[in-house]
């Protein structure tokens, strides 16, 4: 068993049970994101915290669903070494696939665009990625329609 894998397996099978408390304490993290500029508190964040809490909060109460995918292709996108791309974009896609936010709102839509013109090669494989993920839900007509409208 390869050693890498084993938590990862571990923290998809860990969820909490929802609260008023843990609400909190998601609305916390996601502040924190957004005003921290350590490097590895955000990757913590990122890889670790966030998708727990995604996965583990009802969507009806799921909030700051823009402020963190704007978080994730404005500034974090930019902001972060391109070896965590990785981490990114998978809360993004589980965040996209909890939610199911439209692509074509003003910020996302434009961010995306942005990213995919970017003179990096990273920038642009990371929103080229992100796509090609949302496209393999076409088969679920609102996911679908939600990838042909931003298209």
């Not at 995918?69 to 965590?84: A, C, D, N, Q, S």
Request: glycine share 2%.
């Amino acid at each position: 068993q390869n050693i890498n894998t084993a938590p990862q397996r571990q923290q998809q099978q860990l969820r909490i049970k929802f609260s008023d408390r843990v609400l909190q304490i998601y609305q916390k993290l996601i502040e924190w994101l957004s005003i921290e500029k350590h490097i590895l508190v955000r990757v913590k964040l990122i890889k670790e915290l966030l998708p727990i809490f995604i996965s583990s909060i009802p969507l009806q109460q799921l909030s700051n669903v823009e402020t963190l995918y704007g978080l994730i292709v404005t500034r974090l996108l930019y902001e972060m070494p391109p070896k965590y791309f990785s981490f990114v974009l998978q809360l993004l896609i589980r965040l996209w696939l909890k939610t199911n936010f439209s692509l074509q709102s003003y910020g996302f839509q434009q961010s995306l665009w942005k990213a995919m013109q970017h003179s990096s090669v990273h920038h642009e494989l990371f929103a080229l990625g992100f796509l090609v993920i949302c496209t393999f839900y076409h088969s679920q007509p609102a996911y679908a329609d939600n990838v042909i409208a931003f298209l």
